[in-house]
Every structure is written in C-alpha cells, then in structure tokens.
C-alpha cells in the first residue's frame, strides 16, 4: 500500500506520530513540510491529493491546524473523498459509510498520542458498499462533465457526457453517415475524452520570454503517456488523441477470436519498452463482450504496464463488467453507455461494427 502524506505549520505535530504509526505499514510518500515554518495547506493539500487522484498513491494523510483546510482542498481533485477526522469513531464511520481515501487531522485539536488509534480505525475498517456506494457514486456524478461511477475494486466507470461528446456520438450511431464523417468524428470524440482524463496532469513552472517581458508560465511536467490501440478499431482514435499530446508514444495490440474455444488469441503487440513508466490508455470503440479488452489490458500489465486505463466510445454494461471482473482496479472512459449485447454479440443501440464503418469495408 502506498501512502501520501503532507502537513502544514499547524498539522505538522502530528508528523512524527503519523510516520511512527506509518513506518511498516505502508510505503510513504512525503510532500512535507519537513521542517516547522509558515506553509499555505493548499499547496500540500493539491499535491497528495493529485497522487491518490491518479493512482500513484492508495490513500492519503493529511494534518493542518483543524483538518478543515486540507479537506476543502483536497476535495477539488477528481476522485477525491477527504474528511476530517479528529476521533475514532470518525475515522471508523468515514471509511465505513464514505470510503474516505484521504484522512485529513487537525494539530491543534488532536495531541500526537491521539493520532494512531484514528489511523488504526481508518485502515482497518473495510467500506461497506451496497448503499454507501451508490450515495458515493452520486457525488462522483456530480464531477466535472462526466457522470462517474466507483466500483468496489477501485477502478472507476466515467460517462462523457459532455454536449459536444453527446452530440457527435448521436451523429455516429446514425447508419446514415459516410465513412469520411464517421472516421473524422471518431477522432474528435478521442480528442475530447483525452482533453478531460487529462485534466489533472502535473504542470511545473517555467520562465518565458514573450516579445513584451520574461514571464512566469505552466508546462507539463513529464508525465509520460501511451496509447494502445486494440487493432484494427482502436487505430481510428489514435490521431485524435496525438494531435492533442503529440508526444505520446503508440503501442499496438492484435487479438481474434478463437472459433472454436470462443477466447481471444493474440496475434500482435508491440507496445514502447519504458511502458511501466508511462499511463497507458488502451483505445477500442466498442466495448462489447469485453473479452477483448480485458486481453488487451493482461497484455500490456504482462510487459511491465502499471498504470493501465480503458477508453472507449461505446459501452455494454457486459462489457464493464467483464473488464472489472478480470481488472478490478482499471479506469474505464466512455462516451455512451448502452442498454445491452444483442444475441450475436452486437451492442444495442450501438453502431455496428466500429472497424467496418471506420474502413468502409461493408
Ligand atoms: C494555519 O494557520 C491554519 O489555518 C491551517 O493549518 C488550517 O487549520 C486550515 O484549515
């Protein structure tokens, strides 16, 4: 398990307390402060809780001089369920019934002594689910321009459902629309799904000269990308996703379906050798059956990928659950989420077969 932890000036009693209980249980990721001196808690806040946002960390710790402050902060990041917990019982019922995955303490409140035994009740005490998970899945609706909902094994379902996505996915289903609209339309609904997951992605600060004055500015901070399109279908996400991160690397994974066991056989892959470095979306329009998919994603974990996430356009709830079942912990973007697959395997409404619309071989 690893663990982010941060503290302002009025949390930062509690630091030692937190590292002794710490030490042992779980692997530690420390955003300071290191040493007592004046600190604004936003800072520490955003940054343990962008870790756990996008997976690099479990859970998270974090003290200010109430907990409040941290809490607020912490909140503003996808994904996020941070809650002040100055006693046990709290610590307990927000695990429990919220699924807190930052707790946040408060130095001025708690003495250090105080600290273990809510830690203790925080890590121990499993979530209950059923229907606590249905009221956490109503607050993650409520996120941005996506309807996201939260399975138990971590891995999350976000639904686009952003006007521009919505439009242009109806545009698509329509049988009526020509290969040139379908494939350009594929491109920008990638686009814009890439353009919202990466939302969060880290940014430093650098110095630009304009023609006026030297200026402070924002760039990517490195964060490493990979797109993995399950051929041949996923290949019509793929340029709409570069244009917008052109230095994303391309990997490439080849299934059929077995005729007679029904499994899907690897036929290709090819995915860039520092994939256990790099977040990893495997593209594939369709998610039917799920089979697939799920293949796809034991693929690219089996050559060392660690961080891997689903995008798709078009879901069956078969195919959700499939992937989950076989990948607990893997976030899967979509755009629409259909009513079912029909007896032949088709998603219902859907659009048909995404590579022969995308190829105009039928
Ligand atoms: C800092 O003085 C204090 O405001 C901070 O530690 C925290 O309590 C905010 O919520």
């Known amino acids: 398990m690893i663990l982010a932890v941060g503290y302002d000036h009025g949390g930062f009693v509690l630091r030692a307390a937190v590292a002794d209980f710490l030490r042992g249980r779980a692997e530690v990721r420390d955003f300071g402060i290191f040493e007592e001196q004046r600190s604004d808690y ?18 998270g710790v974090l003290a200010c001089g109430t907990g409040i402050g941290m ?6 990041m996808r994904g996020i369920r941070a ?6 019982e709290t610590a307990r019922l927000g695990k429990a019934h919220n699924n807190l995955n930052i707790l946040a303490m408060g130095g001025r409140l708690i003495a250090p002594e105080q600290a273990p035994a809510i830690l203790e009740a925080w890590l121990s005490t499993p979530f209950e689910g059923e229907r606590h998970l249905a009221r956490i899945n109503k607050i993650s609706a409520a996120e941005a321009s996506t309807l996201s909902t939260e399975g138990l094994g971590g891995g999350r379902v976000v639904v686009f459902n952003h006007p521009l996505v919505q439009h242009k996915v109806s545009i698509i289903r329509d049988k009526n629309t020509s290969v040139k609209e379908f494939r350009e339309l594929v491109q920008e609904i990638a686009g814009l799904m890439v353009y919202e997951i990466t939302r969060n992605l880290p940014l430093s600060e650098i110095e630009v000269e304009t023609p006026v004055a030297l200026t402070k500015a924002w760039a990517l901070s490195g964060k490493k990308l990979a797109v993995v399109p399950v051929l041949r279908a996923g290949l019509g996400m793929v340029d709409g996703i570069l244009q917008l ?18 499994k899907p056989v690897e036929y290709y ?3 860039p050798q520092d994939i256990g470095e790099r977040e990893v ?13 799920a293949a796809a994603i034991s693929l690219v974990k089996e050559r060392g990928g660690q961080k891997v996430s689903l995008v798709c356009l078009i879901a069956a709830p078969e195919g959700i659950k499939r992937v989950h079942a076989v990948h607990p912990e ?13 007896e032949h395997g088709y998603i219902v409404p859907g659009l048909g077969d995404a590579g022969d619309r995308l190829f105009g071989t039928r």
């Open 330 to 342: 893997t976030d899967i973007f979509i755009a629409a989420l259909d009513d079912r697959l029909n």
């Open 83 to 88: 809650g002040v917990c100055n006693d046990v």
């Open 245 to 262: 991160i052109p230095n994303a690397k391309v990997g490439h994974v080849g299934l059929y379906r077995d005729p007679e066991t029904l």
């Open 269 to 271: 892959c090819k995915v």
């Open 71 to 76: 809490t607020v902060a912490a909140n503003k």
């Open 281 to 293: 979306f495997v593209l594939d329009p369709m998610l039917a059956t799920g089979g697939s998919a």
């Open 42 to 59: 936003p800072d520490i806040a955003l940054k343990v809780a962008l870790e756990v946002s996008e997976g690099r960390a479990d859970l």
